[in-house]
């Protein structure tokens, strides 16, 4: 067999190398056995013959082989870890056209000041793309007007909220665990206990929510995160149940001013059916009455909810609170 110090042979084991570790990180084993199978192993071994262990003169050459790609620009280093060898720097960056700049222009703006558990991966991640630019990039980059906002309304600010609180949630989630917690809802005048099984965090209407249903219900809560008792944070040993979730038809009706044109689909298996007047009949389908009255009165009087009942009722409920609040005539209590 040729000697492993030929030119073209050093040249093909240092590419070898680069394409392992670009697709991610590596034992020494493993990187051993992806370059016995690319020719690139023990020069003792017959066509056929299965790699074992990296051999002490393969060993001394991967050594030699990591000096001279440093030497280069690329960066690979042993990650204690993850056991692992990974490639820490490429001297060849990230090359994005304009469409694509101005992509990653529109995400930094979207995602430049927000709290939000996972907020700071993002930005970091965005970071770092940015980092591989080249300084021409860059310059392009600040350069692109922003065509487009995105807002995510951010009303409670989330750089406090206790670790441990997310460190649970992800666990029961990644092993499909249960989680119980204390939780200071508003509408009680007392701590209250829960034990669910969590659904990924949600971020809407400027909070974010931890999702999950209780043993037995079909209904999905939704609970504050910020309003979760920290040190009552704790994991169940009980597997996650998925309940069967049944939802309920409603049905309700729309003004002109807010018809005319395209209905916003607000619900699943929505579907409209535009009246002479220009008003229209919407039917849909909901799990959550309540979210869905909420929904709803953004509308104001544009709206009517028609059915079911239990709907019909958290709307009349909302108005004449309103009505009582601003002084409105109190006989709307009366419907």
């Known amino acids: 067999m040729p000697s492993q110090q030929l030119p073209s042979l050093v040249?093909?084991?240092?590419?070898?190398?680069?394409?392992?570790?670009?697709?991610?990180?590596?034992?020494?084993?493993?990187l051993y056995a992806h370059l016995a199978a690319a020719g690139f192993g023990d020069p003792d071994l017959l066509p056929g013959d299965s790699a074992g262990d990296p051999p002490p003169t393969w060993k001394f050459n991967f050594q030699a082989d990591l000096e001279a790609l440093r030497a280069l620009g690329y960066e690979a280093r042993y990650d204690r870890k993850l056991a692992r060898y990974r490639l820490a720097h490429s001297p060849f960056g990230l090359v994005l056209d304009e469409a694509?700049?101005?992509?990653?222009?529109?995400?930094?703006?979207?995602?430049?000041?927000?709290?939000?558990?996972?907020?700071?991966?993002?930005?970091?991640?965005?970071?770092?793309?940015?980092?591989?630019?080249?300084?021409?990039?860059?310059?392009?980059?600040?350069?692109?007007?922003?065509?487009?906002?995105?807002?995510?309304?951010?009303?409670?600010?989330?750089?406090?909220?206790?670790?441990?609180?997310?460190?649970?949630?992800?666990?029961?989630?990644k092993l499909g665990r249960q989680m119980e917690f204390d939780y200071r809802s508003p509408q009680h005048d007392r701590v209250l206990h829960h034990c669910i099984s969590p659904q990924p965090l949600i971020l809407?209407?400027?909070?974010?929510?931890?999702?999950?249903?209780?043993?037995?219900?079909?209904?999905?809560?939704?609970?504050?995160?910020?309003?979760?008792?920290?040190?009552?944070?704790?994991?169940?040993?009980?597997?996650?149940?998925?309940?069967?979730?049944?939802?309920?038809?409603?049905?309700?009706?729309?003004?002109?001013?807010?018809?005319?044109?395209?209905?916003?689909?607000?619900?699943?298996?929505?579907?409209?059916?535009?009246?002479?007047?220009?008003?229209?009949?919407?039917?849909?389908?909901?799990?959550?009455?309540?979210?869905?009255?909420?929904?709803?009165?953004?509308?104001?009087?544009?709206?009517?909810v028609l059915a079911p009942p239990a709907l019909v009722q958290l709307m009349r409920d909302a108005v004449a609170g309103m009505a009582q609040r601003y002084g409105v005539d109190a006989a709307l209590k009366e419907w």
């Open 204 to 304: 809407k209407n400027g909070h974010v929510y931890l999702p999950g249903y209780r043993d037995g219900w079909t209904k999905m809560l939704e609970f504050r995160l910020e309003r979760l008792v920290p040190e009552s944070v704790k994991p169940v040993s009980r597997s996650a149940h998925q309940p069967i979730v049944h939802r309920e038809p409603i049905r309700y009706w729309l003004g002109a001013a807010v018809a005319q044109g395209t209905v916003s689909p607000r619900f699943p298996q929505t579907q409209v059916t535009p009246q002479p007047d220009g008003s229209a009949l919407v039917t849909a389908e909901t799990a959550n009455l309540w979210e869905a009255h909420k929904i709803l009165l953004a509308y104001g009087a544009n709206c009517q």
């Open 100 to 173: 694509q700049l101005a992509a990653l222009g529109h995400l930094q703006h979207t995602f430049a000041d927000h709290s939000f558990p996972q907020a700071p991966e993002i930005q970091a991640l965005l970071r770092h793309l940015v980092s591989l630019l080249s300084p021409a990039a860059v310059k392009q980059l600040s350069r692109l007007p922003i065509e487009i906002t995105i807002e995510l309304a951010e009303v409670s600010r989330y750089e406090t909220i206790d670790p441990g609180i997310l460190k649970v949630i992800r666990n029961a989630l």
């Open 11 to 30: 040249l093909g084991r240092r590419l070898a190398i680069l394409v392992a570790l670009h697709h991610g990180p590596a034992t020494l084993a493993e």
